[in-house]
């Protein structure tokens, strides 16, 4: 069985700060437009937005950083179905992660909310105020975000299946850098 290789140190970094990011973003979102007018939906929608704007600069850093040092290749040895999946449910998130920002950046400059990042600046509305764009563009957004989260469970499931089931190494090219397979491959029986 070949072994898998691992990413760099900085990849791994930007992709679990990138995770941490979504982890929170996400259900803030859910929970924003789920509860009553205030003091908490406002600032979980300043919360929300400011964290769109991080995680699409951090998104596009991170294509940048990827363009310059590729991602290691899937091991040969995984079905062309799991490698399919796992490029294509990866490519869908940095689309998403570089879209969907930018899709609630337009609907909020139409619904004519000011989009401050973390109190740090504010935001140029984009369009002018247009309720009947900014409806349609939110249900964009809403719709993107869900498909958003499917993809996160799909990408979980699969990091879960090769590091529980699998146990083929593939899990630690993200999490430790370490190449489990090789040294388990390598270890003789018995030790």
Known sequence: MQSPQVYSVTARVIHWITAAGVL???????????????????????????????????????????????APPLPSSLPIWQRTLAQSTQGLLYLILLVNPLVGWVATSAFGAPISVFNLFVLPPIVAKDQALSEVLFSFHTALGILMAVAIVLHIAGALYH????????????????NTAAADASTPQGR
């Open 163 to 178: 590091w529980l089931i699998a146990k083929d190494g593939v899990f630690q090219r993200m999490t430790t850098g370490t």
């Open 24 to 70: 929170t973003m996400v259900p803030a979102g859910i929970v924003m437009v789920n509860i009553g007018s205030g003091a908490l939906q406002n600032t979980l929608f300043d919360f929300h937005r400011s964290m769109g704007v991080v995680l699409f600069v951090i998104t596009a850093i991170r294509l940048m950083y990827r363009f310059v040092v590729p």
